[in-house]
């Protein structure tokens, strides 16, 4: 079964999802949070979460 297309884009990457997708350990991406570089992030409660579409068009400037 497919998921919509409107609820794919409501969908948020944990650090552990955009660290696999990076190939990078999430501790990279705590340390890249804090120095200000990596993909944008965000704060949800006590999470951190990455939006899939931001951290390809990171990948892409890269």
Do not use: C, F, I, N
């Amino acid at each position: 079964m497919d998921v919509p297309e409107q609820r794919r884009a409501d969908v948020l990457w944990s650090v552990k999802d955009a660290a696999a997708y990076l190939r990078v350990p999430p501790k990279t991406l705590y340390e890249w949070r804090y120095k200000g570089d990596g993909p944008p992030s965000h704060r949800v409660g006590r999470y951190v979460r990455y939006v899939p579409a931001e951290v390809h068009a990171w990948v892409r400037s890269q």
